[in-house]
Nanobody, 127 residues
Framework: QLQLVESGGGSVQAGGSLRLSCAASGRTLNQYDMGWFRQAPGHEREFVAAINWITRTGYRGYYTDSVRGRFTISTDNTRNTMYLQMNNLKPEDTAVYLC?????????????????WGQGTQVTVSS
């Protein structure tokens, strides 16, 4: 069983930065394709970024268009943790951010395809 715990959310002004962490326990992360999603009030869960493992240590990152060039997804296998570095934040980035692991069906941007989810961390960006 894989457990995921997010942290690093908070409140920042537009243009600021945050780094979200997704700490895994129970299994090693590089066994799984993983992703970050976000959900704002009244909106559906939205794909943000994903990792697709090519080798045991190398991966390819994918991003939704609205965050490409501002957000960077990465992992630290020694800490069994995935990160989302978010720079130049905008008010429209405000949402609960959730990490997901073990893509079992569909594409990396399909939330229902992931088997494991964290509880989420709130990101609020003020203008």
């Amino acid at each position: 069983q894989l457990q995921l715990v997010e942290s690093g959310g908070g409140s920042v002004q537009a243009g600021g930065s945050l780094r979200l962490s997704c700490a895994a326990s129970g299994r090693t992360l590089n066994q799984y394709d993983m992703g970050w999603f976000r959900q704002a009030p009244g909106h559906e869960r939205e794909f943000v970024a994903a990792i697709n493992w090519i080798t045991r240590t190398g991966y390819r990152g994918y991003y939704t268009d609205s965050v490409r060039g501002r957000f960077t997804i990465s992992t630290d296998n020694t800490r069994n943790t995935m990160y989302l570095q978010m720079n130049n934040l905008k008010p429209e980035d405000t949402a609960v951010y959730l990490c997901a692991a073990d893509l079992q069906r569909g594409s990396y941007y399909d939330a229902p395809g992931y088997a494991y989810w964290g509880q989420g961390t709130q990101v609020t960006v003020s203008s």
